[in-house]
């Protein structure tokens, strides 16, 4: 008889977002991503930060203050890095799933409905009330991309978000 208790695909895939989220350098916000087919074979993988080249130690990892003075004007998201890390941009993502770690922003939400993925399973959604997230919301709903909250489990890795 075969195990029983094994975890499920949403459990697996989650866990490798959180588990990428932990390579961001960012002081205030870990964030990952997990791009995945139809097939559930792993298509790829980002987390927040600097773009390649950029040096992390240069550049500013600030919330607050002028504009080109804090971490905004510079960060890539985890859901863009995944997508424009899957097949350095040049592969299909029609039809996959990303599991990311908080709910897309609007500039995210572009990416994804633009790669063709169709489903967004997400961990946290405490940006809700914010505009860029309505506005994730309102695009996804009007192109059918669908959206879930991940559903924890007692098996779930404890990463602080």
Not at 53 to 72: A, I, N, Q, S, V
Not at 95 to 120: D, H, M, W
Request: charged share 25%; hydrophobic share 35%; glycine share 6%.
């Amino acid at each position: 008889m075969k195990r029983q208790d094994y975890i499920s695909w949403d459990e697996y895939f989650m866990g490798v977002a959180l588990l990428t989220s932990q390579r961001s350098k960012d002081n205030s916000s870990q964030v990952g991503a997990c791009i995945v087919s139809k097939e559930n074979k792993i298509l790829s993988m980002g987390y927040n930060g600097m773009p390649t080249g950029c040096f992390d130690d240069d550049m500013p990892w600030e919330r607050d203050g002028e504009p080109l003075k804090t971490k905004y004007m510079y960060v890539c998201h985890a859901e863009l890095n995944a997508i424009l890390n899957h097949d350095a941009g040049t592969g299909t993502l029609k039809g996959a799933r990303i599991y990311t770690t908080l709910f897309p922003c609007n500039e995210c939400a572009k990416a994804i409905i633009q790669s063709g993925i169709s489903r967004v399973v997400y961990y946290d959604d405490k940006y809700s009330d914010t505009d860029a997230v309505k506005a994730s919301k309102r695009m996804f709903d009007m192109v059918g991309i669908t959206y879930a909250k991940y559903k924890r489990t007692n098996r779930d890795i404890n990463i602080e978000l």
